[in-house]
């Protein structure tokens, strides 16, 4: 029932970008409700070998140190090449690492353009900066300003269609 009622919410995760499955594995029934959890996202259509999902076990501050290394020890398991992500929210304790798989895993997604565009153009700076993830920029001794930027793929058609014939690295 309660899928039921949140189900509208829970149908935006089919749209995501990424998704993040944090799990609290100081509650002792973490596997039940990670089994909950799986079975809502396969009902949504999300395998549970999506390449969207990171996995997040929480709460690492609770744990002695045995059961601690124990959760290290599965985690760092082949599952696919996909370790699950050991993290304190209370003590900032691998959150460093979050944000790392987080980029890493949207970066694999994107595509990495290289637009030149006039330095006078201020308006096209601007709608590359708010459309588009900005990784570099340069004024070249050619009077233009060359841009590396990264996008999603459904938006990289708009970038070519407002700024031209770019080159596509890493494609």
Known sequence: ???????ATLEEVIEADLILHVRDVSHGDTAAQ?????EVLRDLG???????????????DRLDPAERERLDNLAS??????RPV???????????????????????????????????????????HRHAEVLARDAGADGRMHMTVRVAPDRAGLVRAKFGAEKIRGQ
């Open 46 to 60: 999300i395998a549970p070998g999506d390449p969207r999902l990171i996995e997040v076990w929480n709460k690492i």
């Open 77 to 82: 398991r082949d599952n696919g090449g996909r």
């Open 86 to 128: 050991l993290v304190s929210a209370l003590t900032g304790e691998g959150i460093d690492t979050l944000i790392v798989a987080i980029e890493t895993e949207l970066a694999r997604s994107r595509l990495t353009l290289d637009v030149a565009l006039d330095l006078t153009d201020g308006a096209g700076i601007s709608w590359l």
């Open 1 to 7: 029932m309660l899928v039921a009622a949140f189900r």
């Open 34 to 38: 990670s089994a909950d959890v799986i």
